[in-house]
């Protein structure tokens, strides 16, 4: 055989269809063709973005504003749901003690449920990624340390440490200026009370790749430790990191309807579906069963769409179970 | 081609100065567990020389391969030699500056220029996120080479198509790509900060013969080109017989022989060099028996004393358990064995 | 005679999302008791998978789409699992790459020997111990009857792969299955290990199947030699005449381009462009058609079966009478300059 210099381009063959831009690549990708065959991962995502929909329009689309006095009448209060007898069809799912339609609330207080979630899923990201890629990256005792501060979180309940930190934030709010930073409260007790799986994750997957040799040859073209962090591994890190992401928003949702449930959520003023769970409670033995139920169907439906949305996902980037 | 004027601007190949020089290099490892571990189970430090006492030159031009089995140290060699890994003592000099010494950034920063590294396994060596003319670019842009955009990407096609690929291929992530091509793409990294010293560390072994042949006649002819100097890891001795000028044999940390290629195929000296060329598989067919090297490498942690090979050896004498050899000179090679001792 | 093992029109399929691969496509050879069969090719050439399909262990979605596999005359590539369960370690021993992974690393060795002895024969546990250090001293462990108690880690890897052939032979197979068992070893333990194998394999007349990419290790083991290419034969012939005369093109770039201890250091090694295609992408006609340097407008087209070529078969159509004789004539003399060994022409060899 004769000797020829670089002429292996001209046998190579095309590997994938030209996919072209992002849109092309992610419809081209494992994870859609896994996501488009997987009918429990499209019904969740449908229920997921519906909601979603719905808590962003809720002003357009809702019958009503619970939160305008001048709309409400106490005369309204305590009406049952439409089909029921003694029903009023201006009000499909019934209204609560002050007259207030129930539809109308769950889908505004579906949005400070969401929005709440999203926050503190995106502050305890951020915070358990760098601390993960500091911890995994620089090892020995910043490392140690990190890592100890994970192990005795992780000995307490979540709910139990959202509930220190809220109670600490409370105080040093005051009374009075409590309700206009409650929302950053309650991001601030559920984030940090999650970022522990993020950290641990992100660590043990840095590990693995800081001793690639992709990570070396940057080592050796002179990066510092922050660029090859966050250019180089944080990417490949990523994949378990959204699954955990995914699942820890439904946590995330329901500990936010826990802490508002107990009372140290947000106002009845502003409800969430953790305040509207806990409003409907008190009425629930007086046969106004409909205050506390709806919102809970809402919060169970799209805490569990969440859920199974996260562990497809999981399976779809795990190989093993391919 | 339009690069051999416009990469490096070779003086003179061949002028006989060493570009690299490594003296008395020695690696420890501290294997030991946590102080608290150790305080209660009562275990002392476990100590691991992974490279005791190396020595060797590189003429600028040519390629030093390093030869040794596994726990031989010789990738620890290479990582200290590009300067991934601290010695515990010793010095590595590449073209007059200290990798290890203390300098300022600027120097720092012209030494790294000229240092670069290819790495055994193509899969795990190029960011598997990242599209391959992005990975080529990042040195350029890394020490600053060139600042325009277009000026960049016309540079990473020269590269591209310099370790025979298509320009257009920076388009592509490194996943389209097979094992053979994801080499090539590391050197073509490796190339893009213009280096003049680069490490190979077996840059073969997890390809197909086929494939391989290609790499190794790629290697060289990059060389020729571009008056690269090379350090050669394998274990492998009929690859290193293709790509060398001068060989070390290393065994358990040690440099057990050192000579020019030629000579030490022809002639090798160190009974364990003696030993390996044996063991290499017969694929001419010629009859000739594989000799079986009695024993295995003993673990590293616990070396046999005096010539670590004593054990393994069917020449062993006397003062090989209790001495170590010192590097005696037999013709142009180098060997540490008693048997050469003038003075038994 | 019955070979112990015989592969007839193999064909293996793996069902993905961008269609069906055929990782295998129409493979057939035998294995003659006694006998060391090579199977060579490059990563992804289909030489692993043939062995999992033979032991009945193809990785899910994989399947056996057509052919059939013997073992000594009796057919298994449609056995129900735990019929073949029975067969695999029996009547069939394995020895993979690592051999951590063969090992359970919790069992004393004694024990995992002791137990994989009385699965497949009739024993009192006193007779499988000692039959298990028996096995031990044959594959030159020291000290066996101390070492049965040992656990795996406290083995090098040399001796590791000695305890992993001494639980494949521990039933008597008639087949041994060897995926790569040296390429995790130092150079210098290869030679122990591989002496080893055969010499066991021939004591026994255990035929065996030897799965590895290293050439060097066929030549010196294998008696015969099976090529493959992208899940294709390329070529099957005695392991001497394939070596040194090799007949399809491939196999001639394949050992020239392996780098070896004599001939020219200097000059560059002989090299085959381009690389083998991946599954799925494997151009119509021979499947080595755009790396060849002897190709001829059929090879795009016709699909190569083997044919008779020196001592072995070869896939390609310059051994086939009716396609040769249309080969361009310097095509034809590049091929005799390589050593092929051209058809003689019907007419010609009336004359």
Redesign the interface.
């Known amino acids: 055989m004769p000797y020829v210099t670089g002429e292996e381009t001209k046998a190579r063959i095309p590997v994938s269809g030209g996919a072209v831009g992002a849109l092309g690549r992610m419809r081209d990708s494992d994870l859609w063709y896994s996501f488009t065959r997987s009918p429990l991962a499209l019904v969740s995502a449908l229920v997921v973005a519906l909601f979603v929909l719905a808590a962003l329009f809720a002003p357009l689309i809702a019958p009503h504003d619970p939160f305008d006095p001048g709309s409400i009448s106490i005369l309204d209060s305590f009406l049952p749901p439409a089909w029921q007898d003694g029903g009023d069809a201006r009000f499909l799912l019934g209204t609560d003690d002050q007259g207030r339609d129930v539809l109308s609330t769950i889908l505004f207080g579906m949005r400070i449920s969401l929005a709440v979630g999203f926050a503190s899923v995106v502050f305890s990201m951020l915070l358990g990624i760098t601390l993960g890629l500091v911890a995994g990256y620089f090892g020995g005792w910043v490392d140690s340390v990190i890592m100890r501060i994970a192990d005795v979180q992780l000995t307490f309940p979540a709910i139990l440490i959202a509930l220190l930190i809220n109670g600490v934030a409370r105080a040093m709010a005051g009374p009075q200026s409590y309700d206009k930073v409650v929302f950053f409260v309650l991001v601030l007790s559920i984030g940090l009370s999650f970022w522990v799986q993020y950290g641990r994750t992100v660590r043990g997957s840095v590990l693995v790749e800081a001793n690639k040799e992709y990570v070396l040859a940057a080592r050796l073209i002179g990066l510092g430790p922050w660029t090859i962090m966050f250019k180089h591994v944080l990417p490949n890190v990523l994949g378990p990191v959204l699954v955990i992401a995914t699942i820890n928003l439904a946590l995330a949702i329901i500990t936010e309807a826990t802490l508002s449930f107990l009372g140290v959520g947000v106002p009845p003023t502003q409800p969430s579906l953790g305040t509207l769970i806990r409003i409907g409670n008190d009425f629930l033995f007086s046969g106004e069963w409909w205050i506390t139920i709806f919102p809970g169907i809402t919060l169970a439906i799209l805490a569990l769409s969440v859920n199974l949305l996260g562990d497809w996902l999981r399976d779809a980037l795990n190989p093993k179970l391919r | 081609m339009t690069v051999a004027g416009e990469v490096v601007e070779t003086e003179t190949v061949n002028s006989g100065k060493p570009l690299v020089e490594v003296k008395g290099l020695r690696r420890v490892f501290d294997l030991s567990k946590p102080w608290l571990n150790r305080m209660i189970e009562r275990e002392g430090r476990i100590l691991l020389t992974a490279v005791d006492g190396v020595d060797f030159a590189i003429k600028e031009g040519e390629t030093y391969a390093l030869v040794g ?2 726990g031989s140290g010789k990738s620890t060699i290479a990582k200290m030699a ?3 890994l601290p010695p515990s003592a010793g010095s590595i000099m590449i073209d007059g500056t200290d990798v290890w010494g203390k300098k300022s950034q600027d120097t ?2 012209r030494m ?1 220029r000229k ?3 290819i ?3 193509p899969f ?6 990242w599209r391959v003319g992005a990975i080529i670019a ?2 350029i842009s ?2 600053g080479l060139i600042s325009d955009p277009q000026d960049r990407a016309a540079r990473v096609g020269e590269l591209l198509s310099l ?4 320009p257009r ?1 920076g388009q592509k992530f490194p996943h ?1 790509f ?4 994801r080499q ?1 793409i ?1 050197i073509a ?1 490796a190339l893009a ?1 213009e280096p003049k010293f680069i490490v190979c560390d077996e840059p073969t072994s997890a390809l ?7 790499v ?3 290697l ?2 990059l060389q020729e080109r571009l008056g690269l100097t090379y350090l050669f890891i394998s ?5 290193v ?2 790509v060398a000028t001068r060989v070390g044999v290393l065994y358990l940390g040690r440099l057990v022989e050192e000579a020019p ?2 000579d030490l ?1 022809a002639a090798p000296q160190h009974p364990y060099t003696k ?3 044996e ?7 010629e009859g000739k028996d ?4 009695a024993g ?2 003993p673990n590293p942690i616990t070396p046999p004393p005096g010539c670590h090979f004593h054990p393994r050896c069917p020449v062993r004498r006397v003062e090989c358990d209790v001495k170590i050899p010192l590097p005696l000179p037999v013709g142009d090679a180098t060997v540490r064995c008693h048997l050469f001792d003038p003075s038994p | 005679m019955t070979p112990a093992l015989s592969v007839r029109n193999l064909r293996i399929e793996i069902p993905t999302r961008h269609g069906v691969l055929t990782a295998i496509d129409d493979l057939s050879f035998d294995i003659a008791a006694g006998e060391v069969l090579g199977m060579v090719g490059e990563s992804g050439a289909g030489k692993s998978i043939t062995g999992s399909a033979v032991i009945g262990l193809l990785e899910p979605p994989g399947r056996v789409a057509g052919g059939e596999i013997h073992l000594a005359g009796e057919r298994i590539d449609h056995l129900p699992p735990d019929r073949m369960r029975r067969i695999r370690g029996k009547r069939i021993g394995m020895i993979f790459q690592d051999p951590l992974t063969s090992l359970n690393p919790l069992y004393r060795i004694g024990d995992q020997l002791v137990e994989t002895i009385m699965t497949h024969q009739r024993m009192t546990t006193g007779e499988a111990r000692d039959k298990a250090r028996k096995l031990l001293e044959e594959v030159g462990i020291p000290a066996a009857k101390t070492r049965l108690s040992s656990y795996p880690h406290q083995f090098s890897g040399g001796m590791r792969q000695r305890v992993v052939i001494a639980l494949a032979l521990a039933a008597d197979p008639e087949l041994v299955i060897a995926d790569e068992p040296t390429t995790a070893l130092d150079v210098s333990v290869q030679a122990q290990i591989i002496a080893l194998l055969k010499q066991l394999c021939a004591e026994r007349g255990a035929a065996v199947m030897l799965i590895t990419h290293d050439m060097g290790v066929i030549a010196e083991t294998a008696d015969r030699v099976c090529v493959l290419y992208a899940g294709r034969l390329a070529e099957l012939g005695p392991v001497r005449g394939v070596v040194k005369l090799p007949q399809h093109p491939y196999t001639i770039g394949l050992m020239a381009a392996i780098p070896s201890l004599t001939g020219d250091p200097d000059k560059p090694l002989a090299q085959i462009p381009g690389s083998m295609p991946r599954l799925g992408t494997i151009p119509d006609g021979c499947a080595f058609n755009p790396r060849c340097d002897y190709r001829f407008p059929p090879c795009t087209t016709e699909r190569p079966v083997a044919y008779a070529a020196g001592t072995s078969q070869a896939a390609c159509l310059l051994h086939a009478p009716e396609f040769s004789r249309v080969a361009p004539a310097e095509t034809l003399k590049a091929a005799d300059a390589a050593g092929i060994r051209l058809p003689k022409p019907a007419g010609e060899a009336v004359r």
């Open positions: 089995e596994s590009v300067g991934l720092e920063r790294r240092i670069q590294m790495f055994q396994d795990a060596s190029l960011n598997p996120r990042e040195p890394a020490f370790v025979g690929l298509d291929d389209e097979s094992g053979g091509q090539r590391a990294r900060s197909d013969v086929s494939v391989q042949a290609q190794l006649n790629l060289r002819d274990h492998n001795l009929a690859v017989r293709h290629a030629r195929f030993m390996l060329l063991a290499v598989p017969d694929i001419d067919m594989r000799q079986s090297i295995e490498i």
